[in-house]
């Protein structure tokens, strides 16, 4: 997913948007008939992550264990892992991004 945020330290990270991508793996396992309580809907999947990356944060771990805690808790899901990256990163050498991942399993 591709979305535009003010994520980051530095004033002009907080002040202008940048393209941050978050890649959403959700373990999933049903027992049973499907009904629209055992399955995973995808779209509020990205509901969840655009409202998330929507707030201004300051780090991208802060956006991946918030939307990993919130997939858990809203979604009939047993584990979670959620990588965020920033590409358009300011460093002194070569660099496609920077990316945070978390993985998390419901307890």
């Given at each position: 997913?591709?979305?535009?945020?003010?994520?980051?330290?530095?004033?002009?990270?907080r002040?202008?948007?940048q393209?941050?991508?978050?890649d959403?793996?959700?373990?999933?396992?049903?027992r049973?008939?499907?009904?629209?309580?055992?399955?995973?809907d995808y779209?509020?999947?990205?509901d969840?992550?655009?409202?998330?990356?929507?707030?201004d944060?300051?780090?991208?771990?802060?956006?991946?264990?918030?939307?990993?805690?919130?997939?858990?808790?809203?979604?009939?899901?047993?584990?979670?892992?959620?990588a965020v990256?920033k590409p358009?990163?300011?460093?002194?050498g070569?660099?496609?991004w920077?990316e945070v991942?978390?993985?998390?399993?419901?307890?």
């Open positions: 997913m591709r979305f535009h945020a003010r994520v980051g330290v530095l004033p002009h990270e002040e202008h948007p393209p941050i991508e978050v959403l793996t959700v373990w999933h396992e049903r049973g008939a499907a009904t629209t309580a055992s399955i995973v779209r509020a999947l990205y969840a992550a655009a409202e998330v990356v929507g707030r944060a300051l780090l991208l771990e802060s956006i991946a264990d918030e939307l990993g805690q919130r997939v858990l808790r809203e979604h009939a899901v047993s584990r979670v892992r959620v990256r358009n990163v300011a460093l002194p070569p660099l496609a920077a991942v978390v993985d998390r399993t419901r307890a």
